[in-house]
């Protein structure tokens, strides 16, 4: 009976392990967006540096699925994190800790991809740089973000698009 138990915990963790490294496997035909957001030079010393809150908006995308006369170009799609995160301490080198991320597939922004977050209690917004002429974020990409905040200023201080890899 003692064995049964064992085996059967043993087979239940592998089970847990294969799920877990299939939920972290990123499709060459999705887009990650990853955000690495630290404290800039200007930056209350005794603030937390709480990340509650992440919204990426003004976008239309392929994988929206709608049914009925609305489509979804006709629609801006927007997608929000919320949960507490910490930021990246201030420092002179690029951060390379991601503050969090979103996968998602080929989007388009004609106006711009708006960022806003909450981070220890105020809102910041800033406009996503464009990462080619098409208004577009290709699927297939890594899309990597660097942020700063400065006081009550989102600022954008980075951003790398990197082709996925087969996985």
């Known amino acids: ?80 994190l919320t949960g507490k995160a910490k930021i990246n301490p201030y420092s002179l080198q690029r951060q390379t800790k991601v503050t969090s991320s979103l996968v998602m597939g080929s989007v388009y922004a004609p106006r711009g991809l708006m960022l806003s977050v909450i981070v220890d209690g105020y809102p910041l917004s800033v406009l996503l740089p464009y990462v080619n002429e098409k208004d577009t974020w290709p699927s297939g990409y890594t899309y990597t973000y660097s942020l700063a905040v400065q006081g009550r200023q989102l600022s954008v201080s980075g951003v790398n698009a990197e082709k996925n890899q087969n996985k």
């Open 1 to 80: 009976m003692k064995k049964l138990f064992i085996f059967l915990a043993i087979i239940a963790l592998q089970v847990l392990f294969v799920t877990a490294k299939a939920q972290t496997t990123i499709k060459t035909e999705q887009s990650v967006f990853r955000f690495i957001i630290s404290r800039g030079e200007v930056f209350e010393t005794n603030a937390s540096g709480a990340l509650t809150e992440l919204t990426l908006s003004g976008f239309f995308s392929e994988d929206v699925k709608t049914e009925g006369e609305l489509t979804p170009s006709k629609s801006v799609g927007s997608l929000t």
